[in-house]
């Protein structure tokens, strides 16, 4: 099993760009995260998806943040347009309920805007 | 708000220790605890979790205590390498909710 994956695993941008993170959670897993890590706040869920349906999105910051699963095994998280605050490493996790099971984290994307 | 802390950001021991990493919760509802793992550049790798029904659970060098009347988690690893040198979170939930994580405890372990 490769895990969770990630890309890209770095991202610079300038601010006002576009972005866009990507995930493939591990097969069979039904539930997917992203989740963002920044020294200050730590790791802050921004949404969670169950069987591909938002089911939580009350931590996307504002709307210039996006995530889609058009399917199980593909998830992506946009940014539009990107500002230096958003500059932090955003993971994706899945796992195989949406509660009561460890989440399995992909390496994660670090994003810098500048 | 609800939110899950620890007591200590950082801890040092030498190695062949014990070490013990405190949790502090606030949420009485939760009903799933986790301890997590995370080395530089990585993301958070699962250790061990422990659910509500219980308040102990060993596994290979660590050991989970739960104290729901305080709302007190602790992971203790036993006999520390220093390849348990990294940022270790706790994480709690209740059912129809997502994992919510504290800011993390960095252990350092020299040799």
């Known amino acids: 099993d490769a895990g969770v994956i990630q890309s890209p695993r770095h991202e610079v941008t300038e601010m006002g760009q576009e972005v866009t993170l990507r995930c493939k959670p591990i097969?069979?897993?039904?539930?997917l995260f992203w989740y963002r890590q920044t020294m200050m706040r730590g790791l802050e869920l921004l949404i969670y998806?169950?069987?591909?349906?938002?089911?939580?999105d009350s931590g996307m910051p504002e709307d210039r943040f996006s995530a889609k699963m058009p399917n199980a095994s593909f998830s992506t998280l946009k940014i539009q347009p990107s500002e230096p605050r958003d500059s932090a490493v955003y993971f994706c996790?899945?796992?195989?309920?949406?509660?009561?099971?460890?989440?399995?984290f992909g390496s994660g994307t670090r994003l810098t805007v500048v | 708000g609800e939110s899950v802390g620890l007591h200590l950001p950082t801890l040092s021991v030498q190695e062949g220790d014990n070490s013990i990493i405190n949790c502090a919760y606030s949420?009485?509802?939760?009903?799933?605890f986790i301890w997590y793992k995370q080395e530089s550049g990585k993301g958070p790798q699962f250790i061990i979790d422990?659910?509500?029904?219980?308040d102990k659970r060993q596994g290979q060098r660590v050991t989970v205590l739960l104290n729901k009347t305080v709302k007190h988690l602790s992971l203790q690893i036993a006999a520390t390498q220093p390849g348990d040198s990294a940022v270790y979170f706790c994480?709690?939930?209740?059912?129809?909710?997502?994992?919510?994580f504290g800011k993390g405890t960095t252990l350092s372990v020299s040799s």
């Open positions: 996790a899945s796992s195989p309920q949406a509660v009561t099971y460890g989440y399995t």
């Open positions: 097969s069979g897993h039904n539930s």
């Open positions: 998806f169950n069987n591909n349906v938002p089911i939580d």
């Open positions: 949420n009485s509802a939760s009903d799933y």
């Open positions: 422990i659910r509500s029904n219980m």
């Open positions: 994480a709690e939930n209740q059912a129809g909710t997502a994992l919510i």
